[in-house]
Antibody, heavy 120, light 108 residues
Framework: QVQLQESGPGLVKPSQTLSLTCTVSGASISSGSHYWNWIRQPAGKGLEWIGRFYSSGNTNYNPSLRSRVTISVDTSKNQFSLKLSSVTAADTAVYYC????????????WGQGSLVTVSS | SYVLTQPPSVSVAPGKTARITCGGNNIGSKSVHWYQQKPGQAPVPVIHYDSDRPSGIPERFSGSNSGNTATLTISRVVAGDEADYSCQVWDSSGDHGVFGGGTKVTVL
């Protein structure tokens, strides 16, 4: 059973970079067997897919966020990370990490979510 | 970009059937995944690949997908089914995820 846990600052100032980490247990990121995703959800709104990392350095990003997003992994810590630059209040949301086995599978495993507020 | 459209809300009496739609251009050619989300909790998969149930999901949950509409059906609704339900697909390239706006199911 794959378990995911998000961590990172709960408050980020406008124009700065949001950084979150997802720690994985029950699976090895270095094995290349999963796709590692980030999703967010503003309060009272729907889910928005941000992007994913898979297979030795490949990434896919939401076209609407691509210019500001970077997803990377640290295999030594079995973690993957999200960086979102130049944040505004519109980036305030609960951020989830999630995993899938194959490219068109559902997002089978989710973290509990991490609230990030963008405010000065 | 691909767009999925869901009704904002659906109300259903206990014991009755709730149907939640997810509209998209030729969505029948894609595989649709459904998630249940209760307040303050992470989404939980309830249907994958249009109509398959993950382990542990009651048989009361079923799905279908044809033409421009996918449907999640919850039979014999109970109070514990009250939640937000979201559909999700991968776009034509297979590289980008897309979610519907979510439907709040209220059990009367």
């Amino acid at each position: 059973q794959v378990q995911l846990q998000e961590s990172g600052p709960g408050l980020v100032k406008p124009s700065q970079t949001l950084s979150l980490t997802c720690t994985v247990s029950g699976a090895s990121i270095s094995s290349g067997s999963h796709y590692w995703n980030w999703i967010r959800q503003p309060a009272g709104k729907g889910l928005e897919w941000i992007g994913r990392f898979y297979s030795s350095g490949n990434t896919n990003y939401n076209p609407s966020l691509r210019s500001r997003v970077t997803i990377s992994v640290d295999t030594s810590k079995n973690q993957f990370s999200l960086k979102l630059s130049s944040v505004t209040a519109a980036d305030t949301a609960v951020y989830y990490c999630a995993s899938q086995l194959r490219s068109k599978d559902n997002l089978a495993y989710w973290g509990q979510g991490s609230l990030v507020t963008v405010s000065s | 970009s691909y767009v999925l459209t869901q009704p904002p809300s659906v109300s259903v009496a206990p014991g009755k059937t709730a149907r939640i739609t997810c509209g998209g251009n030729n969505i029948g050619s894609k595989s649709v995944h459904w998630y249940q989300q209760k307040p303050g909790q992470a989404p939980v998969p309830v249907i994958h690949y249009d109509s398959d149930r993950p382990s542990g999901i009651p048989e009361r949950f079923s799905g279908s997908n044809s033409g421009n509409t996918a449907t999640l059906t919850i039979s014999r609704v109970v109070a514990g089914d009250e939640a937000d339900y979201s559909c999700q697909v991968w776009d034509s390239s297979g590289d980008h995820g897309v979610f519907g706006g979510g439907t709040k199911v209220t059990v009367l």
